[in-house]
């Protein structure tokens, strides 16, 4: 691992599901897991991305003053997506500035169902980067590869095209406020995941590619997440890797007991780094 100390990051993206109630009874029941089975431990940064319209339950959840959930300085709120453009007549879209003014500090951007099935590029990818740096929003920017990309030994080089892309015209100083997801599409909701070896190589040139950009000191700091069908049994083996920071957890984050496993890695990894400072 770097000698830089990276943040531990485990997020749930709850895509197109749960009701307002559901996501605010599975948010409850995440942070009071966390509280309950994590007492007195580090914890990595807990991201919980619900549909548009739950984000306002779970930030609720989150900012409520009661002493069952967990340590809540530690969980945040993201959204899956956003319109780069600040307001205008662009029907069904949400600016960057609604969802701060709600509370929510991070934003999922150029996930592969958003490249496959509603046509994002990567300047619109780059495009919503910049406008979430602006509005004080974490930029989680997901990249990967199809499996016919995969499979033409393309890998390397689409998934440093998607980095450079999102981070073109980025200074420096913002580009080290960003998370990138690793996410290859083949893996995503298939029930395949990618051998952590693997994934570990891919994050790692992830990060190479922008020390190569930006240089070490920036490189080094930026989390690298890995997504994919990730589990409870695949959480330890990934959170052991060099370059692996931490999780972008589709299905599995739906349920708590699903859910929690992976949060208690991420608290693994971070006694793991512990030891090796």
């Known amino acids: 691992m770097s000698s830089k100390v990276r943040k531990t990051i485990i997020a749930g993206n709850w895509k197109m599901h749960k009701t307002v109630a559901e996501a605010q009874a599975l948010a409850e029941a995440v942070l009071q897991g966390v509280a309950k089975e994590l007492a007195g431990e580090a914890l990595p940064d807990i991201i919980l991305c619900p549909t548009y319209v739950s984000l306002p339950a779970v930030l609720n959840v989150v900012n ?5 959930t967990a340590n809540k300085q530690n969980c945040f709120v993201g ?10 007549a662009f029907t069904g879209e949400i600016a960057p500035g609604m969802l701060t003014h709600l509370g929510v500090t991070h934003v999922i951007l150029g996930h592969s169902e958003r490249r496959q099935f509603f046509g994002e590029t990567n300047q619109g990818v780059n495009l919503k980067t910049k406008a979430a740096l602006a509005h004080k929003l974490v930029p989680i920017v997901c990249v990967g590869e199809t499996l016919d990309e995969r499979e033409g030994g393309l890998t390397d080089q689409v998934i440093r095209r998607q980095v450079a892309a999102a981070v073109e015209d980025l200074s420096a100083e913002e580009v080290a406020k960003i998370v990138v997801a690793y996410e290859p599409v083949w893996a995503i909701g298939t029930g395949k995941n990618c051998e952590s070896p ?3 190589r891919v994050c790692k040139m992830i990060r190479s590619t922008i020390n190569e950009l930006y240089g070490t000191s920036v490189a080094d700091g930026i989390p690298v ?3 994919g069908s990730v589990k409870g049994s695949t959480i330890d083996e990934q959170m052991a890797q060099s370059d692996i ?15 929690l496993p992976i949060i208690k890695g991420g608290a693994k990894r971070l006694k793991l780094m512990a030891t090796k400072a």
């Open 79 to 88: 959204a899956q997506n956003m319109e780069h453009r600040d307001s205008g």
């Open 198 to 200: 693997e994934a570990n």
């Open 225 to 227: 997440l890995y997504g």
């Open 64 to 68: 409520a003053p009661d002493g069952k």
């Open 245 to 259: 920071d931490g999780a972008l957890v589709g299905g599995a984050s739906l349920k708590a007991e699903e859910f």
